[in-house]
């Protein structure tokens, strides 16, 4: 006997304006924690292994938008109702059997909520639903005064996806008339029983400014911080001039190194490599090879700017202190912060160059040569 074949899809209802969000574009189309809000929800469902087909629901003027979106994209009407209607009918034709309806601006939905709807809905539910269960205590008001109290015994607060038998859910939206306040109601009136499976917290609905913070702390999860140092010394030697953060200053000495002696930027960049866990530039770049002779700098910086962007680290800010007697530092800081930005992508105000001596005492005293300390302080994505 063969096994019916089972395929979920999920219609997106992303169609809303979202006016109590507050001004600016809709909600959905809106920052939040690194990717807009409509991205993170389509991520969810893009990576479940149980959905099979996804439809956006989209408003005629958010083309814009959703013309990235690597997703089918269907017009709302102007009702929600009349949007899942729309996202339904888009499915007629793909052999589906069971359907998740998922409000958009619920970006923290996870995959664990996702399967316990469709596995409610495989193991022989028409429709299925996650909420939690009310734990404050309800009131009655009237005109800010508080007029009776309402138990809270059975009560739930609803949350989508709300997942039902794709043909059943389709014939009880067309049978509906009137407004609902989501897809459990219009199935209920349809004659369908809803299964309640548990919600999540984190998957909370963006409704009010307030609310972007809120899940904006729950995407980010913990804050992962991390802090590197670096520290590097060039001796002078004779030249006309010093390279320091990507600027050749004029001076009496010029600097010795293998490459171009930039102890700023070598500071800087062993500061990222630290952060990262990565070693230093001689393990990147070994003075052993030929190839980095009187090279440039700003290869090791940007590598190392790479490599942190690469496991998922931005850089929020760098320090950089360069220890000598001379030449003076504070007339060419300007310039040594904006290149540093330039090579590092970075904005000129997360990038701080400064200078001190060392009261005339050691090799830097002697001006003997120059040192540099730096910090660099990264954040996970």
């Not at 002696?261 to 070994?286: K, N, S």
């Not at 009261?359 to 830097?364: I, S, V």
């Amino acid at each position: 006997m063969n096994t019916p074949l089972i395929k979920t899809a999920a219609v997106i209802v992303a169609a809303g304006r979202g006016t109590r969000a507050g001004a600016g574009l809709p909600k959905q189309w809106r920052p939040l924690a690194g990717r807009r809000v409509a991205d993170w929800t389509l991520a969810a469902f893009q990576a479940h292994p149980q959905i099979d087909h996804i439809v956006l629901v989209a408003h005629p003027d958010d083309a814009i938008h959703t013309d990235t979106l690597n997703v089918p994209v269907v017009h709302g009407g102007a009702t929600r109702d009349a949007s899942v209607r729309a996202g339904l009918e888009a499915l007629r034709n793909q052999n589906v059997t069971h359907v998740l309806i998922h409000d958009v601006a619920r970006a923290g939905i996870s995959a664990n909520t996702i399967s316990a709807v469709i596995d409610a809905l495989q193991t022989g539910a028409t429709g299925a639903a996650p909420a939690l269960p009310v734990t404050d205590a309800l009131w009655h008001g009237v005109e800010g005064t508080v007029s009776g109290t309402q138990s809270r015994k059975n009560l739930f607060r609803a949350q989508t996806p709300q997942g039902f038998d794709f043909a059943a859910i389709l014939a009880a939206h067309h049978a509906f008339t009137g407004t609902a306040a989501d897809d459990v109601e219009v199935a209920r009136t349809g004659g369908l029983d809803v299964t309640i499976v548990p919600g999540d917290e984190g998957n909370l609905k963006i409704t009010t400014p307030d609310d972007f913070a809120r899940l904006e702390t729950h995407l980010r999860g913990k804050m992962d911080i991390r802090l590197g140092n670096g520290f590097d010394v060039h001796a002078f030697e004779e030249g006309d001039h010093v390279t320091l953060c990507g600027v050749a200053i004029p001076h009496t000495k010029g600097l010795k190194g293998h490459s171009d002696a930039d102890v700023g930027m070598h500071a800087v960049t062993d500061a990222i490599y630290g952060a990262l866990a990565q070693g230093d530039i001689g393990r990147h770049f070994p003075p052993s090879e030929a190839e980095w002779k009187d090279a440039d700098s700003a290869i090791f910086l940007r590598h190392a700017v790479e490599l942190a962007s690469s496991m998922g680290y931005a850089i929020s800010n760098v320090d950089c202190t360069l220890i000598c007697e001379r030449p003076k530092i504070g007339p060419h800081a300007p310039a040594l912060t904006a290149r540093m930005a330039e090579i590092m992508t970075l904005a000129p105000d997360r990038i701080s160059i400064k200078a001190t001596t060392s009261e005339r005492l050691g090799f830097t005293g002697r001006e003997e040569g120059i040192a540099a300390l730096a910090t660099a302080t990264l954040v996970k994505t």
